[in-house]
Protein backbone atom coordinates (compact mmCIF):
# COMPACT_ATOMS: atom_id res chain seq x y z
CA UNK A 1 0.00 0.00 0.00
CA UNK A 2 1.42 3.31 -1.13
CA UNK A 3 1.92 5.98 1.32
CA UNK A 4 -0.81 8.12 -0.95
CA UNK A 5 -3.27 5.07 -0.23
CA UNK A 6 -2.76 5.33 3.43
CA UNK A 7 -2.95 9.00 3.66
CA UNK A 8 -6.26 8.71 1.70
CA UNK A 9 -7.43 6.19 4.86
CA UNK A 10 -6.51 8.97 7.36
CA UNK A 11 -7.99 11.74 5.46
CA UNK A 12 -11.12 9.93 5.18
CA UNK A 13 -10.98 9.21 9.23
CA UNK A 14 -10.24 12.40 9.90
CA UNK A 15 -13.57 13.75 7.52
CA UNK A 16 -15.63 11.74 10.24
CA UNK A 17 -16.47 9.09 7.36
CA UNK A 18 -18.25 6.06 9.87
CA UNK A 19 -17.19 3.02 10.92
CA UNK A 20 -19.17 1.35 8.28
CA UNK A 21 -17.50 3.16 5.28
CA UNK A 22 -13.87 3.41 6.62
CA UNK A 23 -14.21 -0.25 6.71
CA UNK A 24 -14.94 -0.72 3.27
CA UNK A 25 -12.13 1.40 2.35
CA UNK A 26 -9.53 -0.53 3.83
CA UNK A 27 -10.99 -3.49 2.86
CA UNK A 28 -10.44 -2.59 -0.74
CA UNK A 29 -6.57 -1.20 0.22
CA UNK A 30 -5.89 -4.86 1.33
CA UNK A 31 -7.88 -6.57 -1.03
CA UNK A 32 -9.86 -8.35 1.38
CA UNK A 33 -12.99 -8.83 3.27
CA UNK A 34 -12.82 -7.45 6.60
CA UNK A 35 -15.28 -7.51 9.55
CA UNK A 36 -14.78 -5.97 12.87
CA UNK A 37 -15.80 -7.55 15.57
CA UNK A 38 -16.85 -6.07 19.05
CA UNK A 39 -15.89 -7.85 22.10
CA UNK A 40 -19.45 -9.31 22.63
CA UNK A 41 -19.44 -10.66 19.48
CA UNK A 42 -21.38 -8.04 18.11
CA UNK A 43 -20.34 -7.45 13.85
CA UNK A 44 -19.90 -3.03 14.53
CA UNK A 45 -18.91 -2.56 10.44
CA UNK A 46 -17.76 -4.68 7.35
CA UNK A 47 -16.98 -4.50 4.21
CA UNK A 48 -19.76 -4.58 1.08
CA UNK A 49 -17.57 -4.06 -1.63
CA UNK A 50 -15.59 -7.19 -2.76
CA UNK A 51 -18.05 -10.02 -2.80
CA UNK A 52 -17.90 -12.84 -0.49
CA UNK A 53 -18.13 -16.46 -1.54
CA UNK A 54 -18.62 -18.09 1.64
CA UNK A 55 -21.98 -18.96 3.06
CA UNK A 56 -20.85 -18.73 6.68
CA UNK A 57 -19.28 -15.92 6.48
CA UNK A 58 -22.57 -14.11 4.44
CA UNK A 59 -25.03 -15.81 7.52
CA UNK A 60 -22.67 -14.11 10.40
CA UNK A 61 -23.04 -10.88 8.24
CA UNK A 62 -26.55 -11.17 8.31
CA UNK A 63 -27.30 -12.14 11.75
CA UNK A 64 -24.99 -9.55 13.10
CA UNK A 65 -23.03 -11.50 15.39
CA UNK A 66 -20.46 -14.13 15.44
CA UNK A 67 -20.96 -17.47 17.40
CA UNK A 68 -20.08 -17.79 21.19
CA UNK A 69 -18.10 -20.68 20.88
CA UNK A 70 -15.87 -19.14 18.42
CA UNK A 71 -15.11 -16.08 20.72
CA UNK A 72 -14.85 -18.04 23.50
CA UNK A 73 -11.50 -19.40 21.24
CA UNK A 74 -10.99 -15.49 20.51
CA UNK A 75 -10.53 -14.79 24.50
CA UNK A 76 -8.38 -17.82 24.34
CA UNK A 77 -5.82 -15.40 22.23
CA UNK A 78 -2.58 -16.22 23.75
CA UNK A 79 -2.97 -19.92 23.42
CA UNK A 80 -4.07 -20.51 19.82
CA UNK A 81 -2.07 -17.15 18.42
CA UNK A 82 0.08 -17.49 15.85
CA UNK A 83 3.51 -18.48 16.96
CA UNK A 84 6.82 -16.58 15.53
CA UNK A 85 4.43 -13.97 13.47
CA UNK A 86 5.90 -10.63 13.69
CA UNK A 87 2.45 -8.82 14.81
CA UNK A 88 0.10 -10.75 17.10
CA UNK A 89 -2.30 -12.53 14.72
CA UNK A 90 -4.52 -15.49 14.83
CA UNK A 91 -5.10 -17.30 11.47
CA UNK A 92 -7.64 -19.63 11.54
CA UNK A 93 -8.15 -23.04 9.22
CA UNK A 94 -10.30 -24.75 10.88
CA UNK A 95 -13.92 -22.98 9.47
CA UNK A 96 -13.86 -23.97 5.83
CA UNK A 97 -11.76 -23.74 2.47
CA UNK A 98 -11.48 -19.87 3.21
CA UNK A 99 -8.71 -18.93 5.50
CA UNK A 100 -9.11 -16.33 8.21
CA UNK A 101 -6.77 -14.36 9.99
CA UNK A 102 -7.96 -12.37 13.13
CA UNK A 103 -6.15 -9.50 14.68
CA UNK A 104 -6.52 -7.69 18.56
CA UNK A 105 -7.93 -3.87 18.28
CA UNK A 106 -6.37 -2.02 20.87
CA UNK A 107 -5.83 1.31 22.45
CA UNK A 108 -3.27 1.06 25.67
CA UNK A 109 -4.01 -1.94 27.07
CA UNK A 110 -7.88 -1.97 26.53
CA UNK A 111 -8.82 -4.95 24.21
CA UNK A 112 -12.13 -2.88 21.92
CA UNK A 113 -12.72 -6.01 19.62
CA UNK A 114 -11.23 -7.86 16.50
CA UNK A 115 -10.51 -7.28 12.89
CA UNK A 116 -11.26 -10.44 11.03
CA UNK A 117 -9.78 -10.34 7.31
CA UNK A 118 -10.72 -13.06 4.74
CA UNK A 119 -8.96 -15.21 1.91
CA UNK A 120 -10.68 -15.24 -0.97
CA UNK A 121 -9.40 -13.97 -4.53
CA UNK A 122 -6.15 -13.11 -2.98
CA UNK A 123 -3.75 -15.11 -0.90
CA UNK A 124 -3.94 -14.05 3.14
CA UNK A 125 0.45 -14.27 2.87
CA UNK A 126 0.51 -11.58 -0.01
CA UNK A 127 -1.25 -8.78 1.99
CA UNK A 128 1.83 -6.90 3.41
CA UNK A 129 1.89 -7.13 7.18
CA UNK A 130 2.75 -3.28 7.99
CA UNK A 131 -0.35 -2.45 5.61
CA UNK A 132 -2.42 -4.88 8.08
CA UNK A 133 -0.75 -3.46 10.88
CA UNK A 134 -1.45 0.43 9.70
CA UNK A 135 -5.20 -0.75 9.07
CA UNK A 136 -5.51 -2.40 12.34
CA UNK A 137 -4.51 0.41 14.49
CA UNK A 138 -6.53 3.27 12.61
CA UNK A 139 -9.51 0.50 12.72
CA UNK A 140 -8.92 0.51 16.49
CA UNK A 141 -8.62 4.09 17.16
CA UNK A 142 -12.35 4.85 15.16
CA UNK A 143 -13.40 1.70 17.36
CA UNK A 144 -12.16 3.47 20.66
CA UNK A 145 -13.95 6.75 19.31
CA UNK A 146 -17.46 5.04 18.55
CA UNK A 147 -17.42 3.22 21.97
CA UNK A 148 -16.75 6.56 23.92
CA UNK A 149 -19.29 8.17 22.37
CA UNK A 150 -21.68 5.50 23.69
CA UNK A 151 -22.39 4.03 19.93
CA UNK A 152 -22.89 0.37 20.55
CA UNK A 153 -24.83 -2.45 18.00
CA UNK A 154 -28.71 -2.56 18.46
CA UNK A 155 -28.46 -6.05 18.77
CA UNK A 156 -25.67 -6.32 21.69
CA UNK A 157 -26.62 -3.30 24.68
CA UNK A 158 -27.40 -5.88 26.80
CA UNK A 159 -24.31 -7.65 25.90
CA UNK A 160 -22.00 -3.95 26.12
CA UNK A 161 -24.19 -3.05 29.08
CA UNK A 162 -22.79 -6.30 31.09
CA UNK A 163 -19.15 -5.47 30.00
CA UNK A 164 -19.26 -1.99 30.85
CA UNK A 165 -20.23 -3.20 34.74
CA UNK A 166 -17.72 -5.90 34.43
CA UNK A 167 -15.34 -3.49 33.28
CA UNK A 168 -16.37 -0.33 35.59
CA UNK A 169 -16.91 2.25 32.70
CA UNK A 170 -19.79 3.63 34.47
CA UNK A 171 -19.07 6.71 35.81
CA UNK A 172 -21.82 6.84 37.72
CA UNK A 173 -25.28 5.32 38.42
CA UNK A 174 -26.93 7.53 36.52
CA UNK A 175 -24.90 7.30 33.26
CA UNK A 176 -25.72 3.15 34.00
CA UNK A 177 -29.48 3.79 34.53
CA UNK A 178 -29.23 6.24 30.95
CA UNK A 179 -27.53 2.74 29.39
CA UNK A 180 -30.20 0.20 31.16
CA UNK A 181 -33.16 1.85 29.77
CA UNK A 182 -31.91 1.70 26.25
CA UNK A 183 -31.06 -2.02 27.28
CA UNK A 184 -34.70 -2.72 27.91
CA UNK A 185 -34.02 -4.91 30.57
CA UNK A 186 -36.69 -6.29 32.63
CA UNK A 187 -37.70 -4.39 35.40
CA UNK A 188 -38.44 -5.91 39.08
CA UNK A 189 -37.13 -9.20 38.19
CA UNK A 190 -34.35 -11.24 40.80
CA UNK A 191 -31.33 -11.88 39.16
CA UNK A 192 -28.32 -14.23 39.40
CA UNK A 193 -24.97 -14.47 37.73
CA UNK A 194 -23.54 -17.71 36.41
CA UNK A 195 -20.21 -17.90 35.08
CA UNK A 196 -17.80 -21.05 33.29
CA UNK A 197 -14.19 -21.22 33.30
CA UNK A 198 -13.92 -21.83 29.51
CA UNK A 199 -10.41 -21.66 28.76
CA UNK A 200 -10.61 -25.55 28.31
CA UNK A 201 -13.05 -24.93 25.78
CA UNK A 202 -11.98 -24.38 22.27
CA UNK A 203 -14.03 -24.80 19.28
CA UNK A 204 -13.82 -23.05 15.62
CA UNK A 205 -17.48 -23.63 14.72
CA UNK A 206 -18.42 -20.27 13.18
CA UNK A 207 -21.38 -21.43 11.86
CA UNK A 208 -24.59 -21.83 13.63
CA UNK A 209 -24.79 -20.59 17.09
CA UNK A 210 -25.41 -23.66 18.89
CA UNK A 211 -23.80 -22.83 22.14
CA UNK A 212 -25.70 -19.70 22.63
CA UNK A 213 -29.09 -21.10 21.75
CA UNK A 214 -28.31 -24.10 24.43
CA UNK A 215 -27.64 -22.00 27.01
CA UNK A 216 -31.15 -19.95 25.87
CA UNK A 217 -33.10 -23.13 25.89
CA UNK A 218 -31.57 -23.63 29.35
CA UNK A 219 -32.28 -20.30 30.45
CA UNK A 220 -34.91 -17.74 28.89
CA UNK A 221 -34.25 -14.24 29.05
CA UNK A 222 -30.72 -14.71 29.89
CA UNK A 223 -27.49 -12.32 28.69
CA UNK A 224 -24.09 -13.92 27.52
CA UNK A 225 -20.99 -12.27 27.33
CA UNK A 226 -17.38 -13.44 27.35
CA UNK A 227 -14.79 -11.66 29.34
CA UNK A 228 -11.14 -13.24 30.05
CA UNK A 229 -11.82 -16.37 28.54
CA UNK A 230 -14.59 -16.63 31.14
CA UNK A 231 -18.84 -17.04 30.28
CA UNK A 232 -20.97 -14.86 32.38
CA UNK A 233 -24.39 -15.21 32.53
CA UNK A 234 -27.34 -13.01 33.83
CA UNK A 235 -30.09 -15.03 34.46
CA UNK A 236 -33.39 -13.70 34.94
CA UNK A 237 -36.04 -15.03 37.96
CA UNK A 238 -35.28 -17.62 40.21
CA UNK A 239 -34.69 -21.03 38.30
CA UNK A 240 -33.81 -24.69 39.34
CA UNK A 241 -30.22 -23.67 37.61
CA UNK A 242 -28.64 -26.70 39.49
CA UNK A 243 -31.29 -29.28 38.03
CA UNK A 244 -31.88 -27.70 35.11
CA UNK A 245 -28.03 -27.30 33.94
CA UNK A 246 -26.76 -30.58 35.03
CA UNK A 247 -26.77 -32.18 31.68
CA UNK A 248 -25.12 -30.01 29.59
CA UNK A 249 -22.68 -29.35 32.00
CA UNK A 250 -21.67 -32.92 31.99
CA UNK A 251 -21.72 -33.29 28.33
CA UNK A 252 -19.95 -30.12 27.90
CA UNK A 253 -17.37 -30.81 31.13
CA UNK A 254 -18.10 -27.39 32.37
CA UNK A 255 -19.00 -26.22 35.84
CA UNK A 256 -20.62 -23.03 36.67
CA UNK A 257 -20.80 -20.73 39.85
CA UNK A 258 -24.07 -18.86 40.53
CA UNK A 259 -24.17 -16.01 42.71
CA UNK A 260 -26.59 -15.24 45.45
CA UNK A 261 -30.03 -13.65 43.56
CA UNK A 262 -30.17 -9.74 43.59
CA UNK A 263 -32.18 -7.19 42.38
CA UNK A 264 -30.24 -3.94 41.82
CA UNK A 265 -27.93 -4.64 38.18
CA UNK A 266 -25.75 -1.66 39.43
CA UNK A 267 -24.41 -4.77 41.43
CA UNK A 268 -23.96 -6.95 39.05
CA UNK A 269 -19.94 -6.40 39.33
CA UNK A 270 -20.20 -7.36 43.02
CA UNK A 271 -22.07 -10.49 42.09
CA UNK A 272 -20.15 -11.39 39.58
CA UNK A 273 -17.11 -11.85 41.88
CA UNK A 274 -19.69 -13.97 44.01
CA UNK A 275 -20.42 -16.18 40.87
CA UNK A 276 -16.51 -16.66 40.55
CA UNK A 277 -15.74 -17.43 44.13
CA UNK A 278 -18.11 -20.38 44.04
CA UNK A 279 -16.37 -21.98 41.70
CA UNK A 280 -13.05 -21.33 42.81
CA UNK A 281 -14.28 -22.46 46.54
CA UNK A 282 -16.13 -25.76 45.29
CA UNK A 283 -12.96 -27.43 45.85
CA UNK A 284 -13.67 -27.15 49.51
CA UNK A 285 -17.20 -29.09 49.13
CA UNK A 286 -17.08 -32.95 50.44
CA UNK A 287 -18.51 -35.41 49.33
CA UNK A 288 -21.16 -35.85 46.15
CA UNK A 289 -21.63 -32.38 44.39
CA UNK A 290 -23.80 -30.77 41.13
CA UNK A 291 -22.16 -29.21 38.83
CA UNK A 292 -23.43 -26.02 39.48
CA UNK A 293 -21.84 -24.70 42.70
CA UNK A 294 -24.25 -21.48 44.37
CA UNK A 295 -21.91 -18.88 46.63
CA UNK A 296 -24.41 -19.83 49.48
CA UNK A 297 -22.76 -23.10 49.75
CA UNK A 298 -19.00 -21.57 49.86
CA UNK A 299 -19.52 -18.45 51.82
CA UNK A 300 -17.49 -19.86 54.68
CA UNK A 301 -15.05 -21.27 53.13
CA UNK A 302 -14.39 -18.25 51.15
CA UNK A 303 -14.01 -16.22 54.18
CA UNK A 304 -11.79 -19.00 55.97
CA UNK A 305 -9.57 -18.80 53.01
CA UNK A 306 -8.74 -15.29 52.72
CA UNK A 307 -7.48 -15.56 56.50
CA UNK A 308 -3.63 -16.02 56.72
CA UNK A 309 -3.02 -19.73 57.44
CA UNK A 310 -0.91 -18.89 60.62
CA UNK A 311 -3.84 -16.80 61.80
CA UNK A 312 -6.09 -19.23 60.51
CA UNK A 313 -4.73 -22.16 62.11
CA UNK A 314 -5.24 -20.39 66.12
CA UNK A 315 -9.10 -20.49 65.25
CA UNK A 316 -9.03 -24.15 65.21
CA UNK A 317 -10.12 -25.85 68.11
CA UNK A 318 -7.69 -27.80 70.07
CA UNK A 319 -9.91 -31.23 70.19
CA UNK A 320 -10.36 -31.13 66.87
CA UNK A 321 -6.86 -30.33 65.80
CA UNK A 322 -5.92 -33.25 68.44
CA UNK A 323 -8.05 -35.38 66.10
CA UNK A 324 -6.00 -34.25 63.09
CA UNK A 325 -2.35 -34.49 64.71
CA UNK A 326 -3.47 -38.32 65.97
CA UNK A 327 -4.38 -39.04 62.26
CA UNK A 328 -1.05 -38.11 61.14
CA UNK A 329 0.73 -39.91 63.36
CA UNK A 330 -1.01 -43.23 63.37
CA UNK A 331 -2.64 -43.29 60.10
CA UNK A 332 -6.21 -43.11 61.02
CA UNK A 333 -8.71 -41.28 59.38
CA UNK A 334 -10.76 -40.44 62.28
CA UNK A 335 -11.00 -36.19 61.10
CA UNK A 336 -13.06 -37.83 57.76
CA UNK A 337 -15.41 -39.30 59.59
CA UNK A 338 -15.97 -36.62 62.12
CA UNK A 339 -16.24 -34.41 59.57
CA UNK A 340 -18.60 -36.47 57.44
CA UNK A 341 -20.76 -37.32 60.81
CA UNK A 342 -21.57 -33.83 61.84
CA UNK A 343 -22.32 -32.39 57.67
CA UNK A 344 -25.11 -35.32 58.03
CA UNK A 345 -26.58 -34.35 61.07
CA UNK A 346 -24.66 -36.82 63.19
CA UNK A 347 -26.52 -39.93 60.49
CA UNK A 348 -24.28 -42.80 61.08
CA UNK A 349 -26.55 -44.66 57.94
CA UNK A 350 -26.09 -41.11 55.72
CA UNK A 351 -22.31 -40.81 56.59
CA UNK A 352 -21.29 -44.71 56.32
CA UNK A 353 -23.37 -44.29 52.53
CA UNK A 354 -20.67 -40.90 51.71
CA UNK A 355 -17.81 -42.81 52.92
CA UNK A 356 -18.92 -45.88 51.01
CA UNK A 357 -18.31 -47.71 54.70
CA UNK A 358 -20.24 -49.85 56.17
CA UNK A 359 -22.41 -48.58 59.59
CA UNK A 360 -20.34 -50.94 62.07
CA UNK A 361 -17.21 -49.30 60.85
CA UNK A 362 -18.69 -45.46 61.54
CA UNK A 363 -19.98 -46.76 64.34
CA UNK A 364 -16.57 -47.72 65.82
CA UNK A 365 -15.26 -44.66 64.85
CA UNK A 366 -17.44 -42.44 66.58
CA UNK A 367 -17.17 -44.59 69.18
CA UNK A 368 -13.17 -44.48 69.35
CA UNK A 369 -13.49 -40.82 68.59
CA UNK A 370 -15.61 -40.29 71.79
CA UNK A 371 -13.09 -42.11 73.45
CA UNK A 372 -9.94 -40.91 72.16
CA UNK A 373 -10.56 -36.97 72.34
CA UNK A 374 -13.85 -36.79 74.89
CA UNK A 375 -15.91 -35.52 72.01
CA UNK A 376 -19.45 -34.13 73.34
CA UNK A 377 -21.30 -34.88 69.73
CA UNK A 378 -24.81 -34.09 71.67
CA UNK A 379 -24.15 -30.99 72.65
CA UNK A 380 -25.31 -28.34 69.80
CA UNK A 381 -23.14 -25.69 70.25
CA UNK A 382 -19.71 -28.06 70.87
CA UNK A 383 -20.45 -29.80 67.32
CA UNK A 384 -21.06 -26.91 65.79
CA UNK A 385 -17.96 -25.36 66.60
CA UNK A 386 -16.18 -28.45 65.76
CA UNK A 387 -17.44 -28.71 62.20
CA UNK A 388 -16.17 -25.60 61.80
CA UNK A 389 -12.78 -26.69 62.97
CA UNK A 390 -12.89 -29.37 60.64
CA UNK A 391 -13.26 -27.02 57.66
CA UNK A 392 -10.51 -24.71 58.96
CA UNK A 393 -8.37 -27.88 58.44
CA UNK A 394 -9.51 -28.64 55.19
CA UNK A 395 -8.75 -25.05 54.13
CA UNK A 396 -5.18 -25.24 55.46
CA UNK A 397 -4.55 -29.04 53.99
CA UNK A 398 -5.90 -26.99 50.57
CA UNK A 399 -2.88 -24.22 51.17
CA UNK A 400 -0.08 -27.32 52.19
CA UNK A 401 -0.41 -25.38 55.74
CA UNK A 402 -1.88 -28.91 57.58
CA UNK A 403 0.25 -29.15 59.81
Known sequence: MSEAKRWELVQAALDGEDLERLTDRAAALLGAPLVVIGNTGAVIAHSRRIPVPDEIWNNAMKRGYVTLEFMVTLNNWDRVRDAGSRYEQLTVDQINEHRRRFFRLTVGEEILGYLNVLETARSLDEI?????????????KELRARLGSGEVSQGSRREELLLGLLRERFKSRGQFLDQLVLARMPENTAWRVICSDLRDFLSYNADQD?????????????????????????????????????????????LFGASDPFDDLFLFSRCHQQALDALQFRKYLAGPALRTTFYDEVKLFGLLDRVPAEELRRYCGTDVYAVWQYDTAHHTEYLETLYCYLRQDRSVKAAAEELHLHRNTVNYRVGRLRELFRLNLEDVPATCRMLVSCEILRVLREKGQGS
Open 210 to 254: LFRLELARLFPGATAVISDRMLFLLVPGEQEIARRAEPFLAEKKL
Open 128 to 140: DEEDCRFVVRLLA
